[in-house]
């Protein structure tokens, strides 16, 4: 059984930071990738950043570049997602989501049919 638990949310001004952690516990051990979304109210769920276990290969969404970093500490079983310069518009919840296998099942890693297992989430709200 694997849990991904999502902290880190809250209110800040625009141009704040806050830092978001996803910590995973249980079966783990054979992650391929993990990756945070986010998802406003009304809208759909999109794909902030996401990496490869190991890797350093990273991506990010056009809107993120520059401003957040994603990273991970294999050895916490923790995953990061630093933000800086938040705007208004990154208002929503962000969720923590990771899979185990070497293909997206929704055809792309940025999908979130892709990924099995999600944190519960947690809010940020930025503002003007």
């Known amino acids: 059984q694997v849990q991904l638990v999502d902290s880190g949310g809250g209110s800040v001004q625009t141009g704040g930071s806050l830092r978001l952690s996803c910590v995973a516990s249980g079966n783990t051990d054979n992650f391929y990738i993990m990756g945070w979304f986010r998802q406003a109210p009304g809208k759909e769920r999109v794909a902030v950043a996401r990496i490869y276990i190991g890797s350093k290969n990273m991506y990010y969404a056009d809107s993120v570049k520059g401003r957040f970093t994603i990273s991970q500490d294999n050895a916490k079983k923790t995953l990061y997602l630093q933000m800086n310069s938040l705007k208004p518009e990154d208002t929503a919840m962000y969720y923590c989501?990771?899979?185990?296998?070497?293909?997206?099942?929704?055809?792309?890693?940025?999908?979130?049919?892709?990924?099995?297992?999600w944190g519960q989430g947690t809010q940020v709200t930025v503002s003007s």
């Open positions: 989501a990771a899979d185990k296998s070497s293909y997206p099942r929704g055809g792309s890693w940025l999908a979130a049919p892709s990924y099995s297992y």
